[in-house]
């Protein structure tokens, strides 16, 4: 599109140019000068110019016709509200994460509007929103406490342990399972793909410690 492309003004503006025009016409300009200053080309509209005389209302610019929204303004923010700032288990669902059927189901409980997975997707779209892989962190996480930590008990924890000449380790503990999926793979559709694999199921837990000191360049 070009700059001056009239889809880019708004439909009081396209009113006004057009009175405008007429206007000038009506006043002895011509009809091709009016044409090249607003790069305007229906020439059959442009010829019947001066007959319109004073019926200005003819000349107004009706707004886009179409089906009229199901949502409104409101609604879409209490949907954009829930979505970013409630877990979907406050809302009564038994699963922590977002996906389009749980927020198409919100709706219907909230508004009793029946929205598509499609309209569902691009409605999320269009506020902003997409679907990402979450960060996990603990709810018990409290940032005051570990800023205190951090200034206040960690640096006395490091000089007890350079008077007793200790090393200081962090440790931690992961547990994994055989049996446990995370990921896609492709196949047709509408058939489901089978994963060969063994019903023996077994985890292993595993402990590591870390230490924050930097290694000398003597033991690299």
């Known amino acids: 599109m070009r700059e001056t492309d009239a889809r880019r003004l708004k439909h009081t503006e396209l009113t006004e140019l057009r009175k405008r025009g007429v206007s000038a016409v009506q006043d002895g300009q011509r009809v091709t000068l009016w044409q090249k200053c607003l790069e305007y080309k229906d020439q059959p509209y442009s010829v019947g110019l001066p007959a319109i005389g004073g019926r200005m209302g003819c000349l107004r610019c009706p707004e886009a016709c179409g089906r009229p929204p199901k949502l409104t303004a409101k609604m879409l923010a209490w949907i954009y509200d829930t979505v970013t700032t409630k877990d979907p288990r406050q809302m009564k669902f038994p699963f922590a ?3 389009s059927s749980m927020v198409a189901e919100l709706v219907w409980r909230q508004f009793h509007i029946r929205l598509s997975k499609a309209s569902i997707c691009r409605l999320l779209n269009q ?3 997409s679907p990402q ?5 603990a709810f018990q996480k409290d940032p005051e406490l570990v800023e205190k930590w951090v200034k206040e008990e960690y640096p006395q924890i490091i000089a007890l342990a350079r008077k007793q000449k200790a090393d200081i380790f962090f440790g931690d503990e992961a547990g994994m399972r055989s049996d446990f999926h995370s990921g896609k793979t492709w196949a047709v559709r509408g058939k489901t793909p089978i994963i060969s694999t063994t019903g023996a199921r077994f985890g ?3 402990i590591s410690a870390i230490s924050p000191e930097v290694p000398c360049d003597s033991c690299l």
Request: proline share 7%; glycine share 8%.
């Open 97 to 99: 994460l977002w996906t």
């Open 127 to 129: 506020l902003g929103l």
């Open 133 to 137: 892989k979450p960060l996990w962190r």
């Open 204 to 206: 292993c837990n595993m």
